[in-house]
């Protein structure tokens, strides 16, 4: 690429927004830019800090896309959170490395991509987690059970689940993976150490009956439909009742909801209602 990338200031918050109101963790999902889309990568690269941006130069170019649009849509989001501007979110190391926004800890926010989708999720309740995977053939899907399973849920794994393309495996890694992102252990952590029951499902409450240095009970576990071809699913503890699923362009601004005490409509940046593209999953009963 030859055009010059140059910092731009990103659009500042004119009120502050004190993040999802409580019970609430709020998802949004960015689909990677594709062929012909430049315009939305340079928008994406823009907002990207300066660190970001001499990683993003290192990288393979077939990682970079995905990058720019997974981090730009970090940085707007947890500013559009913050009442800050993109270029004032700096995110600190906390207990086993897992990032948090510096000056303010008490908002969580998680970061996942895969080939084709990033999603961020946002929450004011307990530790926050979400993870998103690609639904893909597997050349060895015994030893993928290996590594995502436990010798409980290998053991009742059904038959027919042995698809064409595996995607309970994928299912099952989501989950567990939103679950170890939360505690803060993220791919370092232990896949067979968690123990859930998603089912066939691409949406819903998921109930955990494990989880490392935890009370299964505590977790508020949901698959979340972000497509045919993904598994996704975001893991809160001790909170997220409700999960809202919001899209988002790549390089644009997102516009959360206002606060239930608001009469403001919520609108997109072009002004159209937003509200038909969210959706509310109950949390599991226990």
């Not at 803060?184 to 499902?201: C, E, F, I, Q």
């Not at 409509?265 to 038909?276: E, L, M, V």
Request: with cysteine; hydrophobic share 35%.
């Amino acid at each position: 690429m030859t055009r010059a990338m140059t910092q731009v200031a990103a659009r500042p918050v004119t009120a502050r927004r004190p993040g999802p109101p409580a019970g609430e963790v709020h998802v949004w999902a960015v689909r990677e830019p594709g062929p012909g889309q430049e315009t939305a990568l340079w928008r994406c690269l823009e907002l990207l800090s300066p660190d970001e941006l001499r990683r993003w130069r290192h990288m393979v170019p077939s990682q970079r896309t995905l990058y720019a649009s997974a981090h730009a849509a970090l940085r707007t989001v947890t500013a559009a959170y913050a009442g800050l501007t993109s270029s004032e979110v700096t995110f600190a190391a906390g207990k086993l490395g897992k990032p948090y926004v510096s000056g303010d800890p008490g908002l969580r926010v998680s970061l996942a991509h895969t080939e084709g989708m990033s999603l961020v999720a946002v929450s004011r309740d307990g530790p926050t987690g979400v993870d998103v995977e690609r639904i893909r053939p597997l050349r060895d899907p015994a030893g993928l059970r290996r590594q995502v399973l436990s010798d409980h849920e290998a053991a009742q794994w059904p038959a027919d689940r042995e698809g064409p393309l595996n995607s309970g495996l994928f299912t099952h890694w989501a989950c567990k993976e939103a679950v170890l992102k939360a505690l803060g252990s993220g791919l370092a952590g232990d896949l067979t150490a968690v123990r859930v029951t998603p089912g066939a499902r691409r949406e819903g409450p998921v109930r955990v009956q494990s989880a490392p240095g935890s009370a299964a009970r505590a977790w508020n576990l949901q698959l979340i439909d972000v497509g045919t071809e993904f598994r996704a699913a975001v893991a809160v503890a001790g909170g997220g009742d409700v999960v809202r699923v919001y899209p988002l362009e790549p390089g644009e601004w997102p516009e959360p909801p206002p606060l239930p005490s608001s009469p403001a409509t919520p609108t997109t940046p072009t002004g159209s209602p937003r509200t038909h593209l969210t959706r509310e999953i109950p949390r599991c009963s226990s």
